[in-house]
Each structure stands twice: as C-alpha cells, then as structure tokens.
C-alpha cells in the first residue's frame, strides 16, 4: 500500500502569456491532499486559489502553462503519476476515472439543450460505457444518492427547470459517477442559500466517509473551512501565506493576512452592540411602503405559480431591511417588484412618494429608475461584455443626461476607487476581471446616478469575505453620507446580521417572521428562522473562539459601528 499523499503538489509555479508579458499567477505553491481527507485552499478572488485547481486537473487557460514544480497523482491502479506536461490523451483517461471537478457555477457549467440524466451520464460514455441501460441505471442511482427527489422524473428535465441547489447536485453526481479518488471543489456552495450549503456540503463528508475520497476544496470562506476541513492552505497573491492542520492554524494563525480573514469572515465576527435607528427615523414617513404584495406567474395548462403571497412590510429612509429566505422563497420577486421590473398580481408598492405599482411607461418610469436602483446578482450577465468597465459605468449617467464627457469619466474613476478598483481597469473588458471585480462594477454602475434606494440582490454573495467586508463598509459610509435606503436582499445571514435595521423572512413565498434585526437574532419566534441561524458554518470555530479570552475573538464591529 502507497505511502505517498494522494495528490503532492511542490514548488508549482504557474505562468500566464498576456499582452504586456509573462504574469506569474503561482509562485513555490507546495500541498498535500491525504486520501479520506479534505484540504481546503483559501484566499481572496485573485489569490491563485482556482489556478492550482486548474493545473491539477490539467484544464489550464490556453494561455496558461505549468513553468516549474512537480504534481504528483498516487493511483490504486496506476501507482504515481507526476502529472506536469501529461500528455492530453492521457489526461482524457484520468479526467472522471481518477480525478473529476465539481466547479463553482452550475449555470454555466451544466449544457442547457442536455437534460440532467445525459449530462450526469456523460462521463460514463467518454470513458467507454455502451450500455445504455447500465448508464441509465447508474445515473438514477448517483441522482439519488445526492439527494434529488424523484430521479425518474428529474433526469427528463433541464437544468433551467431546476433551482441552484438541485444543479449544485447535479454536478456532484456527474463528478461521482466514475468512483474517482479525488474530487477538487472550486466554490461548490458559495452561490447557495445556507441549508443548501449544509446539505451539500453533509453530502460530500458522507461520500468521503464512505469510499476514501480526498477533497481538495476551494473557498473564500474560512467559516465553511473551518467546519468541513482536515487540512488548511492560506494563499494570497500567488503564495502560500501559512499551511497546517486546520484546527491549529485557525486556533493560532501567524499570518497577519490570515488574521484579516478570520476578522472578516462575517459569520466568525464577535457579535457587537450597535444603536439602533432612533426613534424619529423609525415614526417618520417610509421611504418603502409594501402592502398585501402578491405575485403570480401563469403557466401554460398549469395552476398559477404563486411566487410571492401577501407580503408587507416598510423601510424607513436611511435605514436598510433585508430580505432573507432560501432559493425559491420569493426573495429575488419582491426585489425586482419594489424596483419596477413586475407588476404584482395584487397588493402596492410605493417608493419615495411614487406608486410603482401605477407605473407607466415613458417619462414617469425612466424618472423612477433614477431614484431606485437595482443591483444583480449575476455579474456575468448584467454586464455588457462588448463594453469597457468605463462605457459601462458612464452609460446611465449618459441616459440620464448627467455631465459633459470628462466630468462622467471623473465620475466614473472616482466611483472605481469607491469600491475598491483601480481606476485604470476602466479601459479594460469584463472578462478581463474577476468574479469579483466584476461585481463591484455593478454596484458602482447602481451608486453612480446617486439614487435615493438601492436594491442589492446578492450582491455580496460572489465576493471573498475581504472584499465583502468592503463593500459593506462602502455601503454602510455611502448610507450615511448620502442618506441611501437599501433593501438586501441575501442567503447569508452572518452578513444580513452586519448590515440590516430590520428584516423579513420569507418562506415559500410567505413572510413568516418580520422585526428589528437585533430581536430577530437574539430571539427568533419562526421555526424556519431558527433553521436558518442553525446553518449559519463556522459553529466549531465560533464555539472555540468564545471559549478564549476576548482578544483571541476576530474583532468585526457592524459596518455602521465602525464609522461612528
């Protein structure tokens, strides 16, 4: 029996050609992943995390290239395997067999015209299975194991005609289908509501548990690795900050940038008192009123969907209300309804003295998209990927009519730096930035016309904690300076706890709990909420934290907290 670790990564260096010249985006990067283990790779969006993943795999960008270091695969059937400059026939054999990759975005990486039972088949067929009854077989029985009701029926469908945690399982089943002995997960679950988070992730400790599987899992957040981790990499700018086991590096991190982590990591943050809006804020007229808001959408031979059913609630101005719920819950409805994108079945919407709900088209409309502003949670697809970050930012100030030419490209560098980018990105093309990156942009784009609400759907869902911890700061001063309502909506409810004076919760449509922020945490009256609290990772490294004295805590105040 083999002594080697499954997967020995040392000394990787990874280099990318780019028009100004070679860019080392790896450099001395040196791992272990043990078979029956999981070593997680943390670090901010830019760090190298997703490049060492890609160089294991061998599924490098075509400007990318392996310039030194070795990458050593121990097999049960074909002993070790040094993996640099493999040739690719060789790597079609051990691509689903040996090691398979469950990556970050299901949207994308599941084929839209394929249903879900061809997709989950096809490394079955690549790797020259025939039968197709066996195939047939097997795919129900990886659809069931992960968790999916009804595997008969599902493997009919698509995957637009399932929500993200059923995709998310999708691609775990296609990963498991060739019992391979390593599985890399790039960002599995950073996409996904917190109880879906949990199932995932209780899914894959079983599989591991069960057949020896090693995991080298990829994330942002130290409170997911924390939980689900043997083993821990820090990496930052290409370079491994601190290793270990993961216990004793958490415990007593000698890195300042892992520090910065563990500070910023929502869900690990000592929980601090804040104040409260006073008094007048709350009895003034609310910027937001919502009252008896129903939502239907008809479907063809089929009963009405109910997405949203019977939801009120106000925002006071100047104050933030979350929304919060898993995947399906009507969340995302509600935000695009106060926002002017669907006219509810029943039930109105009034926004700074305007009826959305009365709307028409022409003048009215555009003067109301002036006020309220809406951030995606999909960068990918909010940005126009033809333009510049600096013709994306300019055009609403051009539909607008808002300032000559130079005073918008002022405009729009300053509005850069805003959320933490360089202004000199701005020549630059969406692709050309990170996951990220690219978020911010859209929540420049939303702030760049100054209006009086924001509605931000996930719009931190996609972020490393760092970032994230700035761009709530960054919220939290453009609400004070300016006077902003927001209304966040968000899976995360670690990050909701930091940023929102009231909250709804929603289920199945139906808002089952409606309070302050503060109460709802401390003493949540709904079931469902005290679920959702439940799920919240980092509970080993929060219970471990508090049991230290109060200087071993990772101090986080709310971002509000902060700027006082």
Known sequence: MSTEPLLSIRDLQVRYRARRGDVEAVRGVSFDVEAGSVTALVGESGSGKSTVAQAAIGLLAANGRVSGGSIRLSERTDGVTDLVGLPERRWRHLRGRCIALIPQDPGNSLNPVATIGWSVGEALRIHGSTDRVKIRARVLDLLERVGIDDPEARAKQYPHELSGGMRQRVLI??????????????????????????????????IRTETGTGILFITHDLAVAADRSDSLV???????????????????PSSPYT????????SLARVVERAAPDATTLTAEPLVQVAGL??????????PLIAVDDVSFTVARGTTHAIVGESGSGKTTTGRSIAGFHRPTAGRIGVAGTEVTA???????????????????????????RQSIAEILTEPLRNFDIGSRSERAERAAHHLELVALDPDLATRRPRELSGGQRQRVAIARALIVEPQLVVLDEAVSALDVTVQAQILRLLA????????????????LAVVRQIADTVSVLQRGRQVEHGPAARLFDDPQHEYTRQLLQAIPGASLRAHLSSESPDAIPSTAHPKEVLR
């Open 477 to 492: 001063r453009l609400q004070t300076d300016l006077g902003l309502t927001y209304v966040f909506i968000s899976h995360d």
């Open 173 to 206: 089943a296609a990963a498991l289908a060739l019992r391979p002995e390593l599985i890399i997960a790039d960002e599995p679950t950073s996409a996904l509501d917190v109880t879906v988070q949990r199932t995932v992730l209780d899914l894959l400790d079983e």
């Open 294 to 303: 129903t939502q239907e959408f008809r479907r063809p031979g089929r009963a």
């Open 359 to 385: 709307l028409a088209g022409g003048r009215a409309r555009r003067a109301f998209h002036r006020t309220t502003q809406l951030v995606y949670q999909n960068p990918y697809a909010s940005l126009d990927p």
């Open 234 to 252: 820090v990496m930052r700018r290409g370079v491994v900050e601190e290793a270990g086991p993961t216990a004793e590096v958490l415990a007593a």
């Open 259 to 266: 520090r910065t982590l563990l500070a910023d990591a929502p």
